[in-house]
């Protein structure tokens, strides 16, 4: 590590003079020992922590712990982290006065050494029956889902599972591929289990350590004598690429998520200049080497379009020429309805990304900008220092890994909404297209034919339910971010009403795209939350959850009140009037803890549901599984 | 002492390299644990291309020893 840096990272006065110091390395990724500086520097200045996380195994966690908290620093997540006693992981579960109950973690990080877990591993395999080693893999997963239901039991925090990595070479060598369940085969079975086990559970997430130790080279990460002198199962050398796999889910678990993928197209989705060369011209042919990299360029950006990213494209071009080139070369993997909005002209790229923003109503932070021209991209990092900009290097073979690295893009779980998010934004963009022309507002939201179907949330929408809570920004009165855990209790409570709004119109379904929150108190019902996604805004919507909140409310507490909060924030000024919309009376409380906070009540005696237009609502039972989406 | 040695010594313990004298042991000093001290031995082994045994390893607790134990390797080597 330079001295110029590592004077930096001790001359860092506050947290936010430590995290531009770290982030200067976030890109060329941090050694063990510069982590590790980070890590101290950062436990001196003891800022309040986005992440506190508790580590638990059977091997030597301490030096991993502080990697991961420095690694996470140059990502911008503050880690507060906290290692388990030694091979104690159950006891800590059980036993919540162990460090749970004081440490109060968000997550819980477990790692098992399978040899340590089932020592017959070594060197016994051979020696027992078929079934006997067949029961081995029953018998760890076991253990395993063991400490899961007795870690739910203690805490709401989020369960990373660390999956089981492989020895250099099998203890039968060659001749353990015969064996039948031998150690290649145990350890394949186990991690297939593993995330097959936990895939739909939306509180544990399996970590794919085995991966991550293969990135690194199995030569490397396995150093005997740090072993048994030390309990290291993880020599140093593995340590960064593992602390990187923790810090992207950390990050996504804290930092606002990246929405979309802004696109440059000339050199960047293919090679050559299209107004130059024609659409016959730019390379992005089968069987061309360097139109072939370009192709896992677009097919990469395809995988990333799945996880729920829109794509936008933004070129210096002639409009014509792009769409006769997207026409020609339907060849292509991306295809230009894949590109939810674009700009093709010769304005300034910030414009355009401004405008890219507006159209699809999300952030200029919410976006990600790709382009191969330097002068572009260091134009937009300084004019808009909120995009996430990506140069692309010389090289396209190396622009699909690039991509495919980029922790902006992690996320840790994908919904149905995910998976047809692009979809979805073209059937808004028809909608939009069919409010132009309808030009009367009454007329056009009567023309959606917008059908809403209302129901208390159950465990089949908590991810989905989670992800409101998590990600929507613009209309959410309080923007409380609750945990899974917690999102299930208010699920399971008599007291608490957890309700979602599902839409679809005549252009498609939109999915869940609302929920409210409410709690009963001894004379009132309180409004905890109230959530709508912004593709759904402005059609009354609104207004149809209101009515919901107001009869239930009717139910729980005719005689009461109905109580709400808007806590403002920097992006929620799309819901500040929606209890003055309801019918709710301001009432200011004098409350001098939360100044901003403005206070809203209604009778519910009086409340009375409001007209909405061209809605129909169904809120009773269901008669079959929600549609996709 | 080998200034490199000292300079070693010194990141992995978190410690002005001033303080890093033949004397300091590892008994005496706080940040000398077992995990820093393993620490040290790989960071040395990488930088000085020698290799201890185990025994070595666990019986070295000066500044001093290491000292030798580089030496001795080099001049070997």
């Known amino acids: 590590m330079s001295d110029d840096w590592r004077a930096a990272v001790d001359g860092a006065g506050d947290l936010a003079a430590l995290k531009a110091v770290a982030g200067e390395r976030a890109a060329s990724g941090l050694s063990v020992r510069e982590a590790e500086r980070l890590a101290r520097r950062l436990e001196a200045l003891a800022p309040a922590p986005d992440l506190r996380v508790l580590y638990l195994g059977n091997h030597t966690l301490d030096l991993f712990a502080r990697c991961v908290t420095g690694v996470a620093l140059s990502r911008g997540v503050v880690v507060e982290g906290q290692v388990g006693p030694y091979d104690q992981h159950m006891q800590a579960v059980l036993d919540p006065a162990q460090g749970l109950a004081d440490f109060d973690p968000h997550v819980v990080f477990l790692t098992l050494d399978l040899q340590r877990l089932l020592p017959v591993l070594p060197a016994g395999l051979a020696a027992l029956s078929l079934k006997d080693r067949q029961g081995l893999v029953e018998e760890a997963l076991g253990q395993v889902a063991a400490w899961v239901e007795a870690a739910k039991a203690a805490t709401g925090a989020t369960l990373l599972i660390g999956n089981f990595w492989r020895p250099r070479r099998p203890h039968l060598g060659l001749a353990d591929a015969k064996l039948g369940m031998g150690e290649a085969e145990l350890y394949a079975t186990l991690n297939a289990r593993l995330f ?65 993928l802004v696109l440059d197209l000339d050199n960047t989705l293919w090679g050559g200049v299209l107004g130059e060369e024609g659409p016959d011209g730019i390379r992005i042919a089968r069987g061309d080497p360097v139109g072939e990299a370009f192709r896992a360029f677009q097919q990469a950006i395809k995988a ?100 495919l690295d980029l922790p902006e893009l992690e996320r840790m779980a994908l919904t149905d909404e995910d998976l047809r998010k692009t979809e979805q934004y073209h059937e808004e963009a028809k909608r939009e297209a069919s409010r132009v022309e309808v030009g009367d507002m009454q007329a056009y939201l009567e023309s959606l034919g917008t059908a809403l179907t209302c129901w208390p949330a159950t465990r089949a929408e908590l991810t989905r339910v ?101 806590r403002p924030t920097r992006k929620n000024k799309p819901s500040a009037d929606f209890f003055t919309a309801q019918g709710f009376a301001e009432a ?42 | 002492m080998n200034p490199k040695l000292a300079e070693l010594i010194a990141e992995t313990l978190d410690i002005p390299v001033a303080s890093v004298t033949p004397e300091l042991t590892r008994d005496e000093h706080p940040a000398w644990d077992s995990l820093n001290h393993l620490r040290l031995v790989t960071a040395l082994e ?11 390893i666990e019986n070295t607790t000066t500044a001093a020893q290491l000292d030798a134990l580089v030496g001795a390797a080099q001049t070997s080597g």
Not at chain 1, 357 to 373: K, R
Not at chain 2, 46 to 56: A, T, W, Y
């Open chain 1, 196 to 260: 097959r086990d936990w895939s739909s559970d939306p509180q544990v997430f399996v970590v794919d350590v085995d991966q991550a130790l293969a990135t690194t080279g199995r030569r490397a990460v396995h150093n005997a004598r740090m072993a048994h002198l030390g309990k290291l199962a993880w020599a140093e050398a593995a340590l960064p690429e593992l602390a990187e796999l923790l810090a992207r889910h950390f990050a996504s678990l804290v930092l606002p998520p990246k929405k979309c």
């Open chain 1, 304 to 403: 990333v379009q799945r996880r729920g990213f829109l794509l936008a494209a933004c070129s210096k071009n002639n409009p014509e020429d792009v769409a006769e080139a997207f026409r020609l070369r339907s060849d292509m993997p991306l295809q230009w309805s894949d590109f939810a909005a674009s700009r093709v002209n010769w304005e300034p790229k910030h414009d355009n990304l401004a405008a890219i923003a507006t159209d699809l109503n999300i952030g200029t932070d919410s976006l990600v900008f790709i382009d191969d021209n330097p002068a572009e991209c260091e134009l937009v990092r300084q004019l808009m220092p909120e995009v996430r900009t990506v140069h692309l290097p010389r090289d396209p073979a190396e622009y699909a890994h690039l991509l």
């Open chain 1, 466 to 566: 989670h992800q409101l809570f998590a990600k929507t920004n613009q209309f959410n009165v309080t923007t409380k971010r609750y945990k899974p855990a917690e999102l299930e209790r208010f699920m399971l409570s008599p007291d608490w009403h957890l309700e979602v709004v599902a839409a679809r119109d005549r252009f498609g379904d939109l999915g869940i795209v609302g929920l409210f929150l409410l709690e009963r108190r001894a004379q009132s019902v309180a409004v905890d939350s109230v959530i709508l996604s912004c593709r759904a805004m402005g059609r009354g919507v609104e207004t149809a959850m209101g009515n919901r909140i107001k009869a239930v409310a009717a139910d729980w507490r005719p005689d009461g009140q109905l109580e709400a909060v808007f």
């Open chain 1, 588 to 629: 200011p409380l004098g409350d001098t803890s939360a100044p901003d906070d403005r206070h809203f009540r209604l009778a519910i005696g009086e409340a009375k549901p409001l007209p909405v237009t061209g809605i129909t609502i169904d809120n009773g039972e269901r008669e079959d599984e929600p549609q996709a989406g």
């Open chain 2, 46 to 56: 990488e930088e000085f291309g020698v290799q201890l045994s185990m025994d070595e």
